[in-house]
């Protein structure tokens, strides 16, 4: 008869683990890096006859061997000895599921694939450089070794931590925080891919256009040093192509699960990637929109800044603009795509409520600055005049106010009205919408701020007033200050009424809801009173009948005891 683990030997033993699992994941660590430093130390000595190490001279080279090669010695039959241990313990029931070992598992793969990514961008972006005719940043045969030798290093031990992964055979299917490392390790990898990708893409878009702009701007390819552009385009493409293989990679992968196992597909940390992506791609789309539109107000009001503009200032947003549209459209319709193929878990709910009171949020923010920069610009006009602020200052608060509130005004609505427009509904969806915390945090914090807004820019208007009324001279009760309060306080005032009203809304939906209730309670009571009471009287009648029946077979007894009597006495 085996003895049950008692709490203290399941202590005992996440303790080994944990130790295990944490010596093996610094051993490695280390043992590459020395490994990368040693490679990059021996070629460069036999090259150049230099220990370089990091792009600065060693002291010695002594000492530039030493130091790697020491921590190689020892960390290789470290990390060897505790990894046998591993393997062994590995083959026990259930530590193949086990959240540790995939929380190491995951942290050596998100390791090893960051490095080969990163050497692989390195070799990839030298390569362009010398097929483009410019020179390498960094020629030591060394250096280039060395990123060959961890890309494929790196690159190995990511495919074998992949495999080791699938070999546990609950890939997909784990169970709690096994699971969860997984798919935060996912999450990463496919935003820092996507955000490579569309870094990279729009880096090359801007070259594009500013060889197209150019002529019309002071800047030139040719004045800004010999083989910029050879190098930035090298650098552009190789952040591309890596970000691409990256997000292209971890999609696939993520995509084939989801088929074998569709429950993934309503993970939150699912869709908390893809709504992730969504606000990265969109933010690239709608900064540059700003920036064009703040760009075209100042042409437009005679600026000489915007007239003497500087090539950077249109190739970037340009740049960045197509970019960011196809893919906040791509991972839009994939949110969507995936919502009504796999449907929602409560956590994938909550993930899309955060997401768009989140966003919500930030688009009121961003309207409200406009709002109170384009509503300031016209009052100062019409009241100020043109002698109290600097030459340019309005055309520079107005391009401010339009750009902001063309971005912030669409955001904060769309979202807004969709969050809206399920809370209004009288069913299930609406219910758990307005019982939801995000909807009520958002609510009640965008009440709040704007209560405090209204309150101490008001205040510090009637603080001036009074001033005033008592003959200070400095009061400037008509001055600038005194019209930027009323108008925040305005503007805060209108979003705050917005929200109050919505949370009044929510409040009266949910009274005539708990009054339904205590409603269908009152009359599921007085029903189950009525059955109870003619359960009795049905019973009163039956007691009744039953007594009838024992009087009646009591009186007919006798009459069938001499009937059978007779019939003895008829058969002898």
Do not use: C
């Amino acid at each position: 008869m085996t003895e049950r683990p008692t709490a203290e030997t399941t202590r005992l033993a996440m303790i080994r683990r944990l130790y295990l699992y944490l010596i093996a994941f610094i051993s490695l660590i280390a043992g590459l890096s020395a490994a990368y430093n040693l490679i990059e130390v021996l070629v460069q000595l036999w090259t150049t006859g230099e220990t370089v190490v990091g792009g600065f001279a060693s002291d010695s080279m002594q000492s530039a061997i030493a130091r790697p090669g020491g921590f190689l010695i020892v960390s290789a039959p470290i990390f060897l000895i505790h990894w046998r241990y591993i393997r062994r313990l590995a083959a026990q029931p259930g530590e193949p599921r086990a959240a540790l070992r995939k929380l190491f598992i995951y942290a050596a793969l998100a390791t090893t694939a960051y490095v080969s990514a990163r050497s692989l961008y390195h070799i990839i972006e030298g390569s362009l450089q010398l097929l483009l005719g410019a020179a390498p940043v960094d020629t030591r045969p060394g250096s280039w070794v060395a990123h060959f030798f961890h890309a494929g290093v790196h690159l190995t031990l990511s495919v074998f931590f992949a495999r080791l992964v699938q070999g546990d055979g609950d890939l997909g299917v784990e169970s709690g925080w096994a699971g969860s490392w997984r798919r935060l390790f996912q999450l990463v990898a496919g935003l820092v891919g996507l955000g490579l990708l569309l870094t990279g893409a729009a880096d090359t878009l801007n070259f594009v256009w500013r060889t197209l702009l150019e002529p019309f701007g002071a800047a030139s390819l040719a004045t800004v040093g010999t083989g910029w552009w050879q190098r930035g385009i090298a650098g552009s493409l190789a952040a591309f192509l890596v970000g691409g293989l990256a997000w292209r990679l971890n999609n696939l992968y993520w995509n084939g699960l989801m088929a074998a196992q569709p429950p993934e597909g309503r993970m939150a940390l699912r869709r908390l990637y893809l709504y992730g992506a969504t606000v990265l791609a969109a933010a690239i789309t709608l900064v540059p929109l700003a920036m064009l539109l703040r760009l075209a107000v100042l042409y437009a009001f005679g600026d000489d800044n915007a007239r003497d503009l500087d090539i950077d200032d249109l190739t970037t947003p340009l740049g960045l603009l197509p970019v960011g549209a196809l893919a906040w459209r791509w991972h839009w319709l994939q949110v969507s795509a995936e919502a009504q193929r796999y449907g929602d878990s409560r956590e994938s709910e909550f993930v899309r409520r955060l997401y768009y009171y989140a966003v919500a949020a930030t688009g009121l923010l961003l309207l409200w600055i406009g709002l109170v920069d384009l509503v300031r610009t016209l009052l100062d006009l019409a009241i100020i005049g043109s002698t109290s602020v600097e030459e340019g200052f309005r055309a520079h608060q107005f391009a401010s106010g339009v750009s902001l509130i063309a971005v912030g005004a669409p955001v904060w609505s769309l979202h807004w009205r969709t969050a809206q427009r399920v809370a209004e509904k009288d069913d299930e969806s609406g219910r758990a919408e307005r019982a939801s915390w995000p909807r009520r945090v958002y609510l009640y914090a965008i009440a709040l701020i704007g209560a405090l807004l209204i309150l101490f820019e008001l205040a510090q208007v009637v603080y001036r007033l009074l001033l005033w009324a008592l003959g200070d001279p400095n009061a400037d009760v008509f001055g600038a200050e005194t019209l930027d309060g009323l108008v925040r306080a305005a503007a805060a005032a209108a979003f705050w009424a917005i929200h109050l009203l919505a949370i009044r809304n929510d409040t009266r939906m949910v009274d005539e809801e708990a009054e339904e209730a205590a409603r269908e309670a009152e009359q599921k009571e007085r029903r189950r009173e009525d059955l109870a009471a003619r359960i009795e009287e049905l019973e009163t009648e039956l007691s009744a009948l039953r007594a009838q029946l024992s009087v009646l077979e009591d009186e007919e007894a006798p009459v069938r005891e001499d009937a059978a009597g007779e019939n003895d006495d008829a058969e002898n």
